[in-house]
């Protein structure tokens, strides 16, 4: 259920006057899980501080290019999933109507 939680699958509330917890699905739980994925690229992409090692590596060594090539490949997933959730969000107002 913690997996769940940090993945915004799920979350824990209580009722008003008890102990006992409760795990709530959302209805946008795919949404919010491919959401929290782009910051988690984020993260990877600024905690591997990728643009340092290709400057420290050289960029025409071979470890260099791997470093550059991994960080053009977070820059490409995090532009690709930022423009698949504004085409999913125009799909579901169509289909679904605003919401």
Request: aromatic fraction near 10%.
């Amino acid at each position: 259920m913690r997996y769940l939680a940090q993945t915004h699958m799920v979350s824990r509330e209580r009722e008003p006057g008890s102990r006992r917890e409760r795990y709530r699905v959302h209805g946008d739980q795919w949404y919010e899980a491919l959401t929290n994925r782009e910051a988690v690229l984020k993260r990877w992409e600024s905690a591997l501080t990728l643009r340092e090692g290709v400057t420290s590596l050289g960029a025409d060594t071979p470890a260099g290019r791997r470093m550059a090539e991994t960080l053009a490949f977070f820059e490409f997933l995090e532009g690709q999933v930022a423009a698949l959730m504004e085409r999913w969000r125009e799909h579901r107002k169509k289909t679904f109507g605003p919401g």
